[in-house]
């Protein structure tokens, strides 16, 4: 019983703290969505997210072959709930993507920082 009382006043002060704190619980794992593009069409997007010591690392690949296989994601940041962070796509463009994280969900833009961007979407995919 005791063992009981402390997992649940664990489990209460990890939700304390990330609501006190405003930081996201553990990003890890498969997201899938959507990414729209200039020309309005949309572009089926997985990004994958392994949590290491102090940041994530993970890679990003796509349905229509903007990006290659396992193409690795760079400059992660987590800022309260914002998470921002870059890839290549084939062609040599940088990307960088700025989303607001509220559960399992993502929502946000991207853009290659000239004139090209648009709107994203990623639902974190149930194990």
Known sequence: ????????AGAGLVCFLT????????????????????????DTVMLVLKKDDKSYTGTISDTIGHLAPGTPVSNFSLEKNEVKFGFTIVGGSAITVTVTVEGDK?????????????????TRKKV
Do not use: H, Y
């Open 19 to 42: 609501i006190a704190f405003g930081q996201v619980a553990d990003l890890s794992g498969t997201w899938i969505g959507t990414a729209v593009m200039m020309d309005g069409s949309e």
């Open 106 to 122: 993502m929502k946000g833009k991207w853009d290659d920082g000239q004139d090209e961007g648009g709107l994203i979407e990623l």
């Open 1 to 8: 019983m005791k063992l009981l009382r402390l997992a649940s």
